[in-house]
Every structure is written in structure tokens, then in C-alpha cells.
């Protein structure tokens, strides 16, 4: 299948700070991209699904101003977690899709914040 | 509204066991399901999906799974568990057709499969 690549695989930042995950697909165009968040022995909660050269589409009750999503190039997406604080430590996970094809995840990015 | 119910949030076999892991869903449209897997801290692996036409589907790993309309659901087995089986696994729902505005993948809870030698 194809590969989606997110990195960092794991971040520590300090509260306050903002910090930028990457997820890329590494062999297809992805016109398609999705965020989710995964707490501890939970689910997978999409938080927002983003259109490349447009903006993203927020889940509700996900603050757009806090998780911002760029979707520049069809093998790029970014999320920033914005003013981070303890509360939005979690696993993050990002997945793609060309067109109407099947989507692709990536390996999760830990991200805790002390 | 779309939804899925796992029962089960933990199942343990032994090892060369039967392996049933129960998925139920909702879903007012033609629905397309998934079973994905997860290993500690690694992303989602698909494991095997149904689409339209037949309703028993073969995955990786030994996997298959049945689409049943009537009960709605989309159970997840394997005749013979392996050790290297144990994960999380997810079961998912999204609307008919890979097309669509957002192909939005609705996940179960997910069953952590323990697999006992």
C-alpha cells in the first residue's frame, strides 16, 4: 500500500510553546487529509479533514485556532498545536487519500507537553 | 448519524484459538466497513474492508470478516490466534462510496485482543 510518513514520531514541549506535526505521502498525490486524536485507551476522534489548497474542515468542538491545519502541496500537511498545554497531550494520527481512493495512516506523532 | 459498537473492549484467546472480535454499526446509507489494527504507538494498519458485493471479505494476516445487513453487523475472525495477533483492533464505518465531500471514517472504541501462549 502506499506510505504515509508523520514526524516527529514523539514531542516534549513546554506549556506554552506551539508545536508542528508534518504528515507526508511519501508515493501518491494526496488530495485528502485527515487529523484525528487519540486519547489513552481510546478511539480515534477526527478533528478535522483538510482539501489540498484549501481550508481545512474542523470536527465541532475542535478549535480551529488552537489546531491549525495547512494543506499546501498534495503530499504535505501540517498540524499546529498552538499555545499548548498539559490537557493536549495526546496521540496524534494523520491519514491520506488520492481522489476517491482508499486512505493511508500514518504512524502517529506522541505528543506530550510538561 | 453514523456509529459503530464494539463489544468487548478487552478479549482474550489462547494462542491457536478461535478469534472473534464483534463489530455492530449504524449507518442510514449503504455503509462501506473496516477493520483496522494498531500497535502500541504505531498508526492504523487496514486489515480488510467491505465495499459492496460479497459480504465475506478476506484480509491480511488470516483475518475475514462478514457484512451482515440484517443484523448490521461486521464481525471480525480468525480461526487460529498467533501470538503476534495481540493489538488494538478498530472497527469503522464511513458512507457509501470512497467519494463523497469527506470520507469520514467513524471508529468503534477499538477491542484489545490479549493473546495467551
Known amino acids: 500500500g502506499a506510505v504515509v510518513s508523520q514526524h516527529p514520531s514523539w514531542v516534549i514541549c513546554k506549556s506554552g510553546t506551539s508545536v508542528k506535526i508534518e504528515c507526508r505521502s511519501l508515493?501518491?498525490?494526496?488530495?485528502?487529509m485527515f487529523w484525528y486524536r487519540q486519547f489513552p485507551k481510546q478511539s480515534l476522534m477526527l478533528m478535522a479533514t483538510?482539501?489540498?489548497?484549501?481550508?481545512?474542515?474542523?470536527e465541532q468542538g475542535v478549535e480551529k485556532d488552537k489546531f491549525l491545519i495547512n494543506h499546501a502541496s498534495l503530499t504535505l500537511s501540517t498540524l499546529t498545536v498552538t499555545s499548548a498545554h498539559p490537557e493536549d497531550s495526546s496521540f496524534y494520527i494523520c491519514?491520506?487519500?488520492?481522489?476517491?481512493?482508499?486512505?493511508?495512516f500514518g504512524q502517529g506523532t506522541r505528543l506530550t507537553v510538561v | 448519524a453514523q456509529s459503530v459498537t464494539q463489544l468487548g473492549s478487552h478479549v482474550s484467546v489462547s494462542e491457536g484459538a478461535l478469534v472473534l472480535l464483534r463489530c455492530n454499526y449504524s449507518?442510514?446509507?449503504?455503509?462501506?466497513l473496516f477493520w483496522y489494527v494498531q500497535y502500541p504507538n504505531q498508526g492504523l494498519q487496514l486489515l480488510l474492508k467491505?465495499?459492496?458485493?460479497?459480504?465475506l471479505v478476506k484480509g491480511i494476516n488470516g483475518f475475514e470478516a462478514e457484512f451482515k445487513k440484517s443484523e448490521t453487523s461486521f464481525h471480525l475472525t480468525k480461526p487460529s490466534a498467533h501470538m503476534s495477533d495481540a493489538a488494538e483492533y478498530f472497527c469503522?464505518?464511513?458512507?457509501?462510496?470512497?467519494?463523497?465531500?469527506?470520507?469520514?471514517?467513524?471508529f468503534g472504541t477499538g477491542t484489545l485482543l490479549a493473546v495467551q501462549p
Open positions: 483538510s482539501n489540498e489548497g484549501s481550508k481545512a474542515t474542523y
Open positions: 467491505y465495499t459492496t458485493g460479497a459480504t
Open positions: 449507518s442510514s446509507v449503504p455503509p462501506y
Open positions: 508515493d501518491f498525490q494526496a488530495t485528502t
Open positions: 469503522a464505518v464511513s458512507e457509501g462510496g470512497y467519494g463523497g465531500a469527506t470520507n469520514k471514517l467513524i
Open positions: 491519514s491520506a487519500r488520492e481522489a476517491i481512493a482508499e486512505a493511508f
